[in-house]
């Protein structure tokens, strides 16, 4: 399997890129965003929970976190990878990734890691809210607390994959297929 964790601040392009490397790896996309913005949707207990941390930019707690990202997993036992689309987020998650991984008797390949200075985040946030509707998308506080929570407790997980010779950098300026591009060769430099 080919198993990757798309990692980077938010606004860096996890999203847009996901849909690229979906598309050419036949990948299945696992956005933990998305999960809980389709939960918020439909109302269920899960998404009233995440809600109340989203709205403010704070983390989902990781026990909450960690079993719906268990559970997507094992719902799609017949995929050739995943694409991790914000996750993990915390060392733990990337524990229990590893975990989870290891009972379907597979791990994560790589880590790309998009890198987007700050200020270049928050006008892509900013911008995004125009047509996202995202309510963490349109004010600057939330924004800088989703930058800071990501510094302080996002950012070290980069270690976890360095310990494991699986993380590499990705410049995320540029145009859209510029990055893809980068990715593209990363990814099939690891596989090679
Ligand atoms: P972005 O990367 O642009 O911030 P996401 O859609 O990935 O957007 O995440 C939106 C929000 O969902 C986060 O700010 C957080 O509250 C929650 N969330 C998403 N993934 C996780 C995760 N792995 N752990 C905890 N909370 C999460």
Redesign the pocket.
Known sequence: MLNIVLF?????G??TQSERLIEKYNLVHL???????ANIKMESELGVL?KS??????????S??IEM?RSEVSKKQEALGFIF??????NA?AAALDEVLLTFNTSITMMAALEVEEEELKRR?LN?ATTSG?A??GDISIIEN?IS??NKE?APVKMFYQNQNKFISINGLGTIDEITTRLFSAIDTKLA
């Open positions: 980077g601040p938010p606004g860096a996890k999203g956005s933990t965003g998305d999960i809980f913005r995440a941390y989203m709205d403010q930019g704070l983390l989902v707690p990781d909450v976190t990202l689309d914000g996750f993990p987020r915390t998650q946030l995004r995202r963490d998308d989703r929570v990501y996002t």
